[in-house]
């Protein structure tokens, strides 16, 4: 598994419901929380390492990883809030995003078991942010226009740069810079 940056062409598809979810997606699951914390990541979607099913996980911590294979949001909270997000896909690149507060998501985990969350604050901004990577969706799409291709522009201008911004397709552990920051903000995915 490699991590898809930003340009890949798979990052922008939809990814494909999990059926039937086999045991080979235990591993999976391992393989992707591992590459999750190599990349000292928050969460880590299907199609950022070019898997293009509907599967995520996520990191958050002070609890234990959590898979979510075939998710649904099922509700989401009147109230929106701002909060700064990075995705791996992206290294290097910040930007406040504003999402509903809280979420109800329905998925299976990893051993094909059904399950209901109630989700708030950095593990529910998490869980939407992983979600639109099923849908080929990116943080900075919700960006007003302006302002994401003053970000795209600062991600070109480092890729091509290069020096040690630039995030290895291999070797490089993408977002390494987020160490020690990753707590304060929403730092995927
Ligand atoms: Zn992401």
Redesign the pocket.
């Known amino acids: 598994m490699e991590i898809e940056l930003l340009g890949s062409g798979l990052l922008r598809q939809k990814a494909e419901p999990v059926q039937p979810i086999g045991h080979e997606y235990r591993k999976i699951a391992d393989d992707m929380i591992d590459m999750l914390h190599a990349g000292k990541g928050v969460?880590?979607?299907g199609p950022?390492v070019g898997l293009m099913k509907r599967i995520f996980v996520v990191h958050i911590e002070g609890s234990a990883p959590l898979v979510f294979i075939n998710p649904s949001i099922i509700g989401t909270s009147q109230e929106l809030t701002r909060y700064e997000?990075?995705?791996?896909?992206?290294p290097g690149i910040w930007a406040e995003i504003e999402r509903p507060a809280s979420v109800r998501i329905q998925a299976w985990n990893a051993q094909g078991k059904p399950f209901t969350l109630d989700a708030e604050g950095i593990l529910a901004r998490v869980i939407q942010?992983?979600n639109?990577?099923l849908e080929g969706v990116?943080?900075i799409d919700r960006l007003p226009e302006g302002k994401r291709n003053k970000v795209i522009a600062k991600y070109e201008r480092r890729a091509a740069g290069g020096g040690k911004a630039v995030p290895g397709k291999n070797g490089g552990v993408p977002g390494a810079e987020k160490t020690g920051r990753a707590a304060a903000r929403a730092g995927?995915?």
């Open positions: 969460g880590l979607a950022q997000e990075g995705c791996l896909s992206i942010h992983e639109d990577h990116l943080f995927d995915s």
